[in-house]
């Protein structure tokens, strides 16, 4: 397993495993209807242009036959008004890849990509009602806060979790 920043070429297999992980993920938590429409075609749109954006880094985990299985990106906090805070905007890895670590090192690779780039703090919003959220939580985040988004006209209560030292999480994903 190999984890390494994406390039370009990269967004046809990021928007893969953003919708399949969409789909084991938030299955009875998403509404059904918006996992459905959900396609690999409109995500590749998407992430053809966000792997371009400077300040945003994407790392992807790839496996030795060259599969890529998971991906995160962070980059400026999107809403809060937050001094030194990067966002980790998304982290995916496909279902059958979970728990081999891979999660880990691919934030891992961000934090210190980003610790370089002067961020000293971390946020990121989770669904309320995803089971992974524990991720964040073992890796001491802080509960920072509550918002909504709505899908579909459903709203779907999100937390925030803060990591306030970068440094102390990066031992922690080691
Ligand atoms: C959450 C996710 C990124 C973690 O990556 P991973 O490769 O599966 O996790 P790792 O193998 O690196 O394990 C990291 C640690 O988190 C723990 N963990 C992961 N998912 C967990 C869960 N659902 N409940 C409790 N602990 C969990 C692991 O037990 C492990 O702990 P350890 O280091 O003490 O053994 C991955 O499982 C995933 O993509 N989940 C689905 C998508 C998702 O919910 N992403 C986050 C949305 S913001």
Redesign the pocket.
Known sequence: MKVREAVAGDAEAIAKVSVD?WKT?YKGIVPTTYLKNMSYAKRYKKWKKQILIEDVQTYVGQKENGEVV?FCDGGPVRKENLHETFELY????LEKA???????SLLYQLVSDMTDRGYKHMI?W?LEK???R??YE?LKGRLYGKDEITLEGERLPMVAYTFSDLSALRKNLL
């Open positions: 992980c993920t998971g998304a982290i995916y890895i979970q728990g081999q670590g891979i999660g880990k990121v989770v995803n089971d992974y524990r991720f073992k």
